[in-house]
């Protein structure tokens, strides 16, 4: 093994994705597989799972439901007996609804706050209890890794995305709040971080993004008008900061969020 190789080798790892049928989480999933881990894929869909898992070459799959304790400690358990130990879980799952949002035609006192909690449940609660749960396995390994997913709405103001902001910004601060704790309290090889992408089209946002003809919304042009880059994301771009996150070249990195974003959260749009 060279330097390279020993500095992010993800070989003998292993990675459990939740969210793990979504397109960001499977195309990430996808990379760590080509880079040598054992990945494993969470979800409430075991059918979706268990076809994406055979698409990306996953190990295994388990039918999950992040918002369960319960479930997420099964999951837990059967996969520790069957692979003995978890290096790295990646909290994907999360999402958005449309009562949670404010539309053009509708002010901040038009939410659904039932949506909100919803939403708000789904993101926070949602990677909240993994983190608990499999973070306790990796106290009883005195090591381990946690990455959230974070979001630019998470750092500044933007229209619509009040619930999705909200939860984006607690699980930015639960990140630096966990990454404190366990470094403190167990062990300086357990390390919380987060990434942030910036704007990926996928299937929940590209009637948002994407007219039907191909074309590009006014909510689409805003965001490219404030992208340095002038594009949107590929999934294979989140790959190479995950590697990063959980490889041995980030072993000092605790507590931070690091965007992928195309330079969307330093342009001030002038």
Do not use: H
């Given at each position: 093994m060279n330097y390279i190789e020993k500095l992010f080798s993800l070989k003998g790892k292993v990675i459990v994705i939740t969210g793990g049928s979504g397109v960001l989480a499977s195309d990430i999933g996808a990379g760590l597989v080509k880079a040598g881990a054992t990945v494993i894929l969470l979800g409430r869909s075991l059918e979706r799972l268990k076809d994406k898992a055979k698409h990306i070459k996953a190990s295994a799959a388990f039918a999950t439901d992040v918002m369960d304790k319960k479930s997420v400690e099964r999951a837990c358990d059967d996969i520790v007996k069957q692979y003995t130990k978890v290096d790295v879980l990646l909290n994907a799952a999360g999402g958005n609804q449309p009562g949670a949002t404010v539309n053009d035609d509708q002010s901040l006192f038009d939410i659904d706050l039932e949506a909100i909690t919803e939403v708000n449940d789904?993101?926070?609660?949602?990677?909240?209890?993994?983190?608990?749960?499999?973070?306790?396995?990796?106290?009883?390994?005195?090591?381990?890794?946690?990455?959230?997913?974070?979001?630019?709405?998470?750092?500044?103001?933007?229209?619509?995305?009040?619930?999705?902001?909200?939860?984006?910004?607690?699980?930015?601060?639960?990140?630096?709040?966990?990454?404190?704790?366990?470094?403190?309290?167990?062990?300086?090889?357990?390390?919380?971080?987060?990434?942030?992408?910036?704007?990926?089209?996928?299937?929940?946002?590209?009637?948002?993004?994407?007219?039907?003809d191909g074309s590009l919304t006014p909510r689409s042009k805003d965001i490219l008008h404030n992208t340095p880059m002038n594009r949107f994301g590929e999934a294979n771009e989140l790959i190479g900061a995950v590697i990063f996150l959980i490889s041995p070249s980030a072993s000092f990195v605790t507590g931070t969020v690091l965007p992928v974003d195309g330079g969307f959260s330093i342009f001030s749009g002038v």
């Open positions: 789904l993101n926070f609660k949602g990677s909240v209890i993994p983190s608990l749960v499999f973070g306790q396995q990796m106290a009883k390994q005195g090591e381990g890794n946690i990455i959230n997913f974070s979001s630019m709405s998470a750092f500044q103001v933007m229209t619509r995305v009040v619930g999705y902001s909200a939860s984006k910004a607690a699980i930015t601060n639960f990140t630096s709040w966990m990454a404190t704790e366990m470094a403190k309290k167990f062990s300086d090889k357990i390390r919380i971080n987060a990434i942030a992408p910036g704007f990926f089209v996928g299937n929940q946002n590209r009637a948002l993004l994407i007219n039907e």
